[in-house]
């Protein structure tokens, strides 16, 4: 991007360079302007006086000196800043001088990118614009490293950004991100369109460590590929609400990429023969597997049951793993979970879970660190919660909303759990005063338990 391109910018950053260029003239005539004295004069009591008080004032008086001429600092230094700046800011900078001109086109500033793709009708936020990324993919394809599309819920953004990526065929993309700000609009696209220009960075790529292509048509194919070209670098894989993706090709990425390290997919996509991939011996330890348990088609879809040795096989293999579940099912889809040890480490319970579920989560999920239950029927939770607080040791974060929990029960659960409680998010409405507590003392012998003051949260009334 040359000076000039910004007209705008190139107006202010000429004001505010000749600004910079009188200021400095000014200073220049003002050294010119000093007397220099060569020869040594002797000093009369009346001014060894007045030099005496000039001296001591120094002490009183503030030191005003010249700033630094900015177009002179060292590259490094310019380009560390240039990194801070949003890009539109870095544009107009690059337009002040010729030295920062030269820094706008270090390829270090290039290597990390965000599109944003947006159509005016449907989105407030501002899109990068067309003639900078044809800049970009000009000059500072080969440059990338670190790359994310955020689209709004148009197909047309989807579409734009599937044609950017059909163009880097000479980049060396580390990371890729495709993030849909709205609904999930790649979704709504071709299939072969999207597979096809996706396949391009997954052959051209060499090195990709992080790919995030939630709400995708990817399909098994292309995750074929993906591995063929990047099973040595691959370390992060997040494909949540992908159909056109099996276990299978799941099973592919995990046979094959040994360095895998963090794996976000749907529960039906997840198998035995996955877990046991995972915890082969050639495999690095796993650190983070997210999985989302959706019911898309409610009483149409019956979830498989994940065998107790291959959880074992993983945790064996990989005994720090964190395993978070999100759980948006009707009551009745549970069945499948929790009739024997899981171990899970996050829970989110994201509609309606019964008693029984929460009794069952209390007995087989010892690894448990962090629950949140977003709603529950009108029986109150006393006896699941005080169970939960006794089998599940590791228990440090805790959120409750739409249930009902007795202040007693509530008190005992905090004691049960102590100190190692860090976070404790409870709405006001939850908590039902008893016999021995009410809704204004509680907060006295929760902040007790925890060692800190505590208050109930409460819902804001604007």
């Known amino acids: 991007m040359d000076v000039g391109e910004y007209p705008g910018a190139a107006v202010t950053a000429f004001h505010s360079s000749q600004m910079n260029c009188n200021l400095q003239a000014f200073f220049r005539m003002k050294r010119r302007n000093f007397p220099v004295v060569n020869k040594i004069v002797p000093s009369s009591p009346a001014m060894k006086q007045s030099k005496r008080e000039f001296y001591s004032s120094l002490n009183q008086t503030p030191v005003y000196t010249a700033l630094p001429d900015w177009g002179s600092l060292p590259l490094h230094v310019v380009l560390h800043i240039f990194q801070y700046l949003p890009l539109i800011d870095r544009a107009r900078a690059s337009s002040v001088c010729r030295r920062w001109n030269e820094v706008f086109h270090i390829p270090d500033l290039w290597r990390k990118f965000e599109f944003e793709l947006n159509q005016p009708a449907t989105s407030y936020f501002k899109a990068t614009h067309p003639d900078l990324i044809q800049q970009i993919i000009k000059k500072h394809a080969t440059h990338l490293q670190y790359v994310s599309f955020k689209v709004d819920g148009s197909t047309e953004s989807a579409e734009a950004a599937c044609n950017i990526l059909s163009q880097l065929v000479n980049c060396s993309i580390r990371t890729l991100g495709l993030i849909s700000t709205a609904k999930p609009s790649f979704m709504n696209m071709s299939k072969s369109h999207f597979v096809s220009a996706l396949t391009v960075i997954f052959v051209n790529s060499k090195s990709l460590s992080s790919v995030k292509i ?32 099996s276990s299978d090709g799941i099973l592919c990425v995990a046979d094959h990429c040994q360095g895998l390290r963090e794996l976000a997919l749907n529960y039906y996509m997840l198998s035995d023969e996955l877990l046991l991939a995972l915890s082969s011996e050639t495999h690095v330890n796993f650190e983070h597997l997210r999985i989302d348990v959706v019911s898309e088609n409610p009483g149409q879809i019956e979830f498989c049951s994940i065998k107790k040795q291959s959880w074992d096989a993983l945790i064996k293999h990989s005994p720090g793993v964190n395993i978070v579940m999100y ?27 019964s008693k029984a579920v929460l009794g069952r989560v209390g007995l087989n999920c010892p690894r448990l660190i962090e629950l949140v239950v977003c709603a529950n029927g009108l029986q109150t939770l006393d006896d699941e919660l005080i169970c939960i607080a006794k089998h599940c040791k590791n228990l440090t974060a805790l959120g409750l909303s739409e249930c009902e929990v007795s202040c007693r029960a509530f008190i005992e659960f905090v004691r049960l759990c102590g100190r190692r409680l860090t976070q404790l998010s409870i709405m006001e409405e939850v908590l039902i005063p008893d016999d021995n507590h009410s809704l204004d003392e509680i907060h006295t012998e929760v902040s007790k338990h925890l060692g800190r003051i505590w208050f109930p949260d409460v819902m804001p009334v604007w």
């Open 214 to 245: 939630e709400g995708t048509p990817v399909d098994d194919p292309s995750l074929k590929i993906l591995v063929a070209n990047n099973s040595d670098t691959l370390r992060l894989l997040k494909m949540n609400s992908c159909p056109h993706v």
């Open 327 to 353: 759980f948006f099912l009707y009551e009745e889809e549970f069945e499948t979970f929790f009739k024997e040890e899981t171990p899970v480490t996050h829970l989110y319970f994201g509609r309606s879970v």
